[in-house]
């Protein structure tokens, strides 16, 4: 889904996504690939959020990761056959709903809006983003319990995350 290239980087980069990959599938790992004239037009992957690398606590959902769209098949709806498959397979599950980090950047809140989801918690920039199937009680974003020791003339960071696709910080 994300990176590529031939440098040393990239390819330990890739060895290390296929890892955290063979180490997930266990947990209940799903992808769902949208083809356009025998063309790979988007991806996108997820997981049950009680195991989803994200800052967030929720349970009986998916949430879903990333979803990347070849910049030639944006806007030709896409995103919400990827979505709509994801929230097919959550449905067909018994899981009571959908959920996912939009940000102003790869997939901003906007567009999860308009495929359906509610912003449900936020910090910065970031959202929680929620697509009900029941009654399930929606998630939140982890808050943190960490004081974290100021420094002049240093980076503060409160909290990171990466599952290779829903980066923030």
């Not at 790992?29 to 949208?34: N, T």
């Not at 943190?144 to 923030?168: K, L, R, W, Y």
């Amino acid at each position: 889904c994300c990176g590529s290239g031939e440098t040393p980087e990239s390819v330990a980069g890739q060895r290390e996504k296929l890892a955290w990959t063979q180490r997930m599938i266990p947990l209940g790992l799903g992808a769902k690939i949208a083809y356009r004239e025998g063309k790979s037009a988007g991806y996108t992957n997820y997981l049950p959020i009680e195991v989803a690398p994200a800052p967030v606590e929720g349970t009986n959902a998916l949430f879903i990761m990333c979803i990347m769209i070849p910049e030639e098949y944006r806007g030709q709806g896409i995103a919400r056959a990827l979505v709509g498959a994801v929230a097919e397979q959550a449905a067909a599950s018994g899981l009571g709903g959908v959920a996912t980090i939009g940000t102003g950047g790869h997939m901003p809140a906007s567009v999860y809006e308009h495929l359906g989801f509610q912003t449900v918690d936020r910090h910065e920039d970031r959202r929680l983003m929620w697509k009900s199937l029941d009654d399930t009680p929606s998630p939140s974003l982890m808050k943190t319990t960490i004081e974290p020791t100021v420094a002049p003339d240093a980076v503060h960071i409160d909290h990171v995350f990466c599952s290779f696709c829903n980066c923030g910080g």
